[in-house]
Nanobody
């Protein structure tokens, strides 16, 4: 059974930082690319960042470039999203997803497995 568990969400003030974690089980994590998405109330889920299985390629949506950093530790079957200089518009539920490298259709493509999400709230 595949499980992705996110953690690290919370409430911070504008300019603050949070580090999200996504821990996987039931898969060979190193065979999967990983993405981070977010969904604010009343809005569609949107791509935030992605990292390939070896970390060789990294992608970000424009609005988070220079503020967010995606990384992974395959030995721990875990991925991370370091979020700095947070803004109120970053408020959303954040989800991690994984897609097998053989089925990879790009950072904004489909993901086979998803976590349950973790809430990030940035107050002004």
């Amino acid at each position: 059974q595949v499980q992705l568990v996110e953690s690290g969400g919370g409430t911070v003030q504008t300019g603050g930082s949070l580090r999200l974690s996504c821990t996987a089980s039931g898969i060979t994590f190193g065979s999967y690319n990983m993405g981070w998405f977010r969904q604010a109330p009343g809005k569609e889920r949107e791509f935030v960042a992605a990292i390939t299985r070896s970390g060789g390629q990294i992608y970000y949506r424009d609005s988070v470039k220079g503020r967010f950093t995606v990384s992974r530790d395959n030995s721990k079957s875990a991925g991370f999203l370091q979020m700095n200089s947070l803004k109120p518009e970053d408020t959303a539920a954040y989800y991690c997803g994984v897609q097998h490298v053989g089925d990879w259709a790009g950072p904004s493509g489909a993901y086979a497995y998803w976590g349950q999400g973790t809430q990030v709230t940035v107050s002004s």
